[in-house]
């Protein structure tokens, strides 16, 4: 009956059996599609696609070093690695989250400072994946947690390492802070091996030295599957922890110089004068860099930036100041040195002096009298300098003090340097377009006018003629350690230049800042020991231009913004010096009488900080 | 009841020994060979489970059984009687898709499944079966009426009903399934080329309106498809990773249970829609290539079934249910592999799913049935 028409159904076989040859035919060439589309995915693309799915579950994770500790010249530690607590839920595990919220924001003792669980997205879609609800929690409030983690199901708790500033305040300007590197600094070359979400120094020696304090990070190959869940490490690279930071700083004579200062502006540094070793260095009012440990908050930054007195910025080597009575010793150097005058050369001060038409003070109304160089410097008398800055003229004046290194950068490992300003003829020119007149050569010879040192240039001239001549660059690193102690590498004291001034003046100089702490009259009186063993020189730099041929007026009644800064330098013992320190009071008044007090007491604890060390050591 | 194991009309009750002689071994042999690399792929897909999911080989294993059970129901049967009751059948399911879109449980946003007596069932799948019967009684019926537009009106009817309520589910792949099972048959059954033109060009002015009645998630599908990568881990996601898994399979395949796709659970609907690309990834080109070939052989031994049956009603049925099953191969395979877009239509005998399964064990059933049958003399 195949074949034919069945007659009752009108059914005819030949015509179905056509179409089903076709469909046979479409049908085959469907699966023959199908084929060929999986031939190409599994055998043409195969390594490709293999790839991609053994980059779909074999994850790097990257392992933090810890950061390398910063320590004082005697192996004190500054600065050292703390633990900080984070609060994450792994969602997978916490089932309802808003329970377990709640129940975390109950169980603290609000009293106390309840856990303030910030809204996070736990819509990552990877379940497994922990999601930070708090950051830095404090103790009371993780041994709480920890008490009742039966109750807190998938809340885990995340050790993330910080730095600890010990000091606080007292070392800020020093140490600086760290932070997550921002996006313009992973824009940097400096920052080229750095990536997102690194810790950085920012300032201090956190940032002059992150190359050698940050360490290496690790990295772990984890198997994962799609929810980030960890299965398998299939390889690790450990972590190598940065170097240790050895510096120059005693942290006992740092804390005697912050005592010293009490609640007054300004800096203080103590140098060792045959080194350039920077045993102690603040600058007040300060901040403390532990409020960067986890990200400071806006409040407090704008309190920091806002303050009139910029306690974000480091007096000590960014601070610009006149140097004042205490710049005289470079003229008097120049002097010498150029043969203008000898020791014995004598003028006579009355108290005033005249050039062209104007009229300068000596700072001692009725006049000194008649006055040798010694004496000149250890009175302070001003007409004296008035005498010398005319014989040698503003680019004499200028190349003595380039000599002892005023007018550029020291080259103090830490960001924010100033370089101070040694005023000559042709940078008035190119300034102000005016010539120069020479009456400015006159302020310009006692520290006045447009000069201007840093506290760690001043300092470095006093201690290259504390040490006879040279000038040493200022060395606030000792060396570089690992973590078990092996150096890495020193710097030694480096000689910059030897000064062409000869030994025979230097000792003049020497004799007379002797002088001017020991012997009767002598400006830097209050620095006067029984050893006799200080050498020093006083400084009041004026603020904003007095007029000269005006009385001044008395100290108390002019407004804190227009005192004048104090200073008071000085380097001891006289024979074979070991401490030379710079005191500047910012609008404090008189450098006799306000700075100087503060450098007899850094200098008091310094050599009782000696006296009882020894005897410790016998 | 007397209709069991006889043939004709119900007059002669009398068992045919023919019946057992000419039962299709094959047809069974090739269904349960790739019922069974189901399973062991099953096996692997659910060897990782989270604690949420439940393994679904052994459940897969018992609804093999009931449609196995089925299946001898709907071959026992002369054909001829169950097309006579095909109105019956197709109100029935008609009746189980209202009753879905009320007392449906709603799974992943669409109200598919209906739950009698702990059991899930998705009455959209015995659709594709009904859909099947009902259209060879009305072609059969109105072969030599010839069609005309009244007749379309009907036959639109038909298919529309059902078609609009699925969509309204909402479950786009699974009534675009019934449209192309109702082109395949009318284009079989010799509906008239102007028909087809004229369906064609209503097609073309309709499938644009329905762009507005779509949910934004079948938008998202539609333009994901077109595009996989522009949302990789949202609705781009699926295809992606299937075509990692598929592609990384390579010519030999990881190796059961060694999957990483799978075992690592990057993969989605492993058990379900992406059976096969577990499948692909573990045994490679070379056991996809076999698995393929299985089902080509199916495919046509369906097709062969068809060709030889007696009388009309056989070969539309034949044809019917054969389609069904490519269609099935086609569209999944296809989606699994990115050339179409992922619509959620199971692969026949080796997704998981119990509605599935037994629909389908029922339509081979149905092929049994014309297969034997077609020696045995009308009366």
Redesign the interface.
Known sequence: ??GKQ?RL???D?V???K??QV??WL??L??F???T???Y???V??????Q???N??IRIQEIKPLRGLIMDTRGNILVDNQSSFDISIIPEAAKDIKDVMNKLTNLCDPGKGAISCKKASFKS?RPFAPVRICKNIDRDQLAVVETNSLDLPGVVVDVVPVREYIYGEMMAHILGYVGNISSSELGKNVYSGYRSNDIVGKYGIEKSLDGYLKGKSGGEQV?????GRR?NVLGEIKPVPGYNVVLNIDADLQKICWDAFQEKAGAAIVMDPCTGYIMAMISRPSFDSNLFNRGISGDRWKKLTTNPLCPLQSRAVSGQYPPGSTYKVVVAAAALEEGLITENTEIFCNGTYRIGDRTFRCWKKKGHGTMNLHRAIVESCDVYFYHLGEMLGVDKLAEYAGKFGLGYKTGISLPGEKMGLVPTRQWKLRKYGESWQKGETTSLSIGQGFSLVTPLQLLRVYCTIANGGILYKPRLVKGIETMDGRVVRKFPPEKEIIIPISRKNIDILRYALWGAVNEPHGTGWALKRKEKDVCGKTGTAQVIGMPQDEEKPDVKEVPYKHKDHALFVCFAPYKDPSIAILVIVEHGGHGGSVAAPIARRIVDGYFNLERKRKKCED | MDILILSGKGKNVKIDRRLFANFDWVLLGLVLLISGIGILNLYSAGY?LRVTEEHLYTKQMSWILLGLIMMVIAFSVDYHIIIRHAYLIYVVSVLLLFLVSFYGNIVHGSQRWLVIWGFSFQPSELMKLAIIIVLVRYFDDN??KGYYPANLVILLTIVGIPFFMIVRQPDLGTAMFLMVLFLSMAV?A?IGRKVLIRLGLGGMIFAPLCWFFLKDYQKERILTFLNPERDP?GAGYHII?S?????????WGKGILKG??TQ???LPEQQTDFAFSVF??EW??VG??VL?FI??VL??WG?KI???S????G?LTA?GVTMFV?WGI?IN??MV???FPVVGIPLPFFSYGGSSMIVLMTGVGLLMNVSMRRFI?QP
């Open positions: 009956m195949f069945d159904t009108g059914y076989p015509k179905f059996r179409k089903i469909i046979i049908v085959s469907a699966f599609l199908l084929i589309r999986l031939w995915l599994q055998v693309k195969g390594d490709n696609l293999s991609r799915s053994e779909n579950r879609g198997e994962v599957d799609v929810a299965l | 990782n072969m030599e079989f010799g881990l990773q075509i990692i898994a598929v592609g990384s399979g390579g010519v990483t796709q690592l659970r990057f692909a990834e490679g080109f996809v290539f393929m089902f080509l495919v046509l097709l068809a060709r030889y007696r009388d009309l009603t070969a044809f490519f086609f395979i296809g592999i990115g050339i003399l």
